[in-house]
């Protein structure tokens, strides 16, 4: 069974501060993503990660794969209030086990402040 | 959205009366999805389409059942809703980007709640 950890799961940080949220994976994949949440809304992606060293840079917000570690990094660059919002990373699960379905972490909610 | 609709986007129901989500989409994709999100539990996998008549079950598929006569709707049904069920309900459907990656794109959601 794929199993897909973020952390933490939640963050409180300043404006202009940088941090990065971590996503460990349990089973080999090459594809990873990253979606953001808004409250009381839906998923937006983000992010797609197809391969090892894989980077991906949008704004304040950059996406690393190292696939032999079975980790992904979103870090954040100088926070703004904007950010505030709930990130997932999400793992392909294959065609074969689940016909491409996306096995998600829990979530980091993170929140901005003055 | 992608041109997904999902309906009712919230419902209110007793426990043990059947309720049916309803998933539109127009961009004719083949692979379509049904997930749940629960606070503390991210989202997981209910059932999903690879085609026509074609479903299969995910991580918690108890309690619920689908079905694609179309294309363009899948329908997830609780026979017998439980207060269990209470939860946000998300429709999902598999496109390629510019990239060549496949890309889940989510619908609006439905907010479930079972008294």
């Known amino acids: 069974e794929l199993k897909v950890e973020q952390n933490p799961l939640f963050l409180s940080m300043q404006e202009g501060k940088n941090y990065t949220i971590y996503c460990n994976y349990s089973t080999t994949s090459d594809r990873l993503y990253w979606y953001r949440q808004d409250p009381g809304k839906s998923l937006e992606s983000l992010f797609v990660l197809l391969s090892n060293g894989a980077v991906k840079q949008e704004g304040r917000l950059m996406a690393s794969l190292d696939t032999k570690a079975r980790l992904s990094t979103l870090h954040i660059t100088a926070a703004v209030h904007d950010l505030s919002a709930t990130y997932f990373c999400?793992?392909?699960?294959?065609?074969?086990?689940?016909?491409?379905?996306?096995?998600f972490g829990k979530g980091t909610s993170l929140l901005v402040t003055p | 959205d992608a041109g997904i609709t999902q309906s009712p986007r919230h419902k209110v129901t007793e426990t043990g009366t059947p309720v049916t989500l309803r998933c539109h989409q127009t961009e004719n994709h083949r692979y379509m999805y049904w997930y749940r999100q629960d606070p503390g539990h991210g989202l997981r996998l209910i059932h999903y389409s690879y085609g026509v008549k074609d479903t299969d079950k995910g991580e918690v598929s108890d309690g619920y059942s689908v079905s694609r006569s179309k294309t363009e709707d899948f329908l997830l049904t609780l026979e017998s809703a439980t207060s269990s069920q209470t939860s946000v309900y998300f429709c999902?459907?598999?496109?390629?980007?510019?990239?060549?990656?496949?890309?889940?794109?989510f619908g609006a959601g439905s907010r479930l709640t079972v008294l």
């Open positions: 999400a793992v392909d699960g294959g065609s074969g086990n689940s016909g491409y379905a996306l096995n």
């Open positions: 999902a459907t598999l496109s390629r980007v510019s990239s060549g990656a496949n890309v889940l794109t």
